[in-house]
């Protein structure tokens, strides 16, 4: 079983910044807005757990990044999801 990452909330460090690679998109659902950026295979470098199903996000898999627009939040609030449990439940918050 790999390594959880150390939470950033927890440890106190800051939230490491956004890398300048990659395709993002602004998405409102309802009156909340996100930014979601895909993450490519090869730029998933560790592992992360999905805040959809609880389940570990490894190394290499291609998934999406998401975390409240500016106004309603920020980068240090950002999750990692599978790419199908982030639509699931932005269906479910559209």
């Not at 295979?41 to 898999?61: F, L």
């Amino acid at each position: 079983m790999g390594r959880r990452p150390v939470s950033r909330k927890r440890s106190g460090a800051p939230a490491r910044p956004l890398s300048a690679g990659g395709f993002g998109t602004r998405v409102e659902l309802g009156e909340d807005a996100y930014q979601v950026r895909t993450v490519t295979g090869s730029g998933a470098v560790k592992d992360y757990r999905c805040p959809g199903c609880h389940q570990v996000i490894a190394a290499g898999t291609a998934h999406v990044v998401v975390w409240p627009a500016a106004d309603s939040g920020g980068v240090a609030d950002r999750r990692h999801w599978h790419a199908g449990c982030w639509r699931r439940e932005a269906g479910r918050r559209g």
